[in-house]
């Protein structure tokens, strides 16, 4: 079952988009039907990608490598749940950027966002 685009942007956080001492984060609010990450294929910033090493995903107090995340170790995505997303490496400017967030999910396959908030 695909999820329609239109759909999948409303789980992003607007607003969310923000620097910390290490890097950046933005938040993913699941309000549709919980599922289950697999797999991290790709997060990016303005076409930039970040590797799967300096990636962290908060929710419900445990905190996940993105490296760390596969099918044999999976990330449930309650309805209801946001995720903080953190990525190391420099912070971004301020501004408008273009972010692409690609996941593989035991429910749904891919799912592809992509959204621009302002920083």
């Known amino acids: 079952m ?3 685009a239109f759909l999948l942007k409303q789980m992003y956080r607007q607003g969310s988009l923000a620097n910390h001492a290490e ?3 933005f938040e993913v609010h699941n309000h549709m039907m919980s599922a289950t990450i697999v797999g991290i294929d790709a997060i990016a910033v303005g076409g930039e990608l970040a ?3 300096g990636l962290e995903f908060s929710a419900l107090g ?6 760390a995340i596969s099918e044999q170790a999976p990330v449930p ?3 209801g749940v946001t995720v903080s997303v953190s990525v190391r490496g420099e912070p971004l400017a301020e501004g408008t950027h273009h972010l692409t967030f ?5 429910e749904f396959g891919p799912i592809h966002l992509d959204v621009t908030d302002t920083l």
Do not use: S
Request: hydrophobic content about 30%.
């Open 23 to 25: 890097g950046f984060r």
């Open 102 to 106: 690609k996941v593989r999910t035991g």
């Open 62 to 67: 445990e905190v996940r490598g993105g490296h």
């Open 2 to 4: 695909q999820i329609p």
């Open 77 to 79: 995505f309650a309805k």
């Open 51 to 53: 590797p799967l090493e």
